[in-house]
Nanobody, 124 residues
């Protein structure tokens, strides 16, 4: 079992920045591939980006357009999502997720563990 807990969400104006954290505990966190997803009101959950456990390779959804960066601190068991140039369209609940078997997956069904989410609200 892996327990995940997101933090760092909040309200910012368009153009602002936030850094989300995802603290992991439980079974060998470092061997999990990690991802970030988000869900806006009335919309399906969508992939934001992911990172491989083996070499920290990352991939991102097209809408990120270089604005977001995923990183992880193995010593602290924390996953980060640094977001810049935020837009109102980025308003959503952001979730971190862990996948033991699949790396860099864009599909939420391939993740085994999820956090409870943290709200990000971007005002214009």
């Amino acid at each position: 079992q892996v327990q995940l807990k997101e933090s760092g969400g909040g309200s910012v104006q368009a153009g602002g920045s936030l850094r989300l954290s995802c603290a992991a505990s439980g079974r060998t966190y470092s061997h999990y591939n990690m991802g970030w997803f988000r869900q806006a009101p009335g919309k399906e959950r969508e992939f934001v980006g992911a990172i491989l456990w083996s070499d920290s390779t990352t991939n991102y959804a097209d809408f990120v357009e270089g604005r977001f960066t995923i990183s992880r601190d193995y010593a602290k068991n924390i996953l980060y999502l640094e977001m810049h140039s935020l837009e109102p369209e980025d308003t959503a609940v952001y979730y971190c997720a862990a996948s033991f078997y699949v790396g860099l997956s864009m599909y939420d069904g391939e993740y085994n563990y999820w956090g409870q989410g943290t709200q990000v609200t971007v005002s214009s």
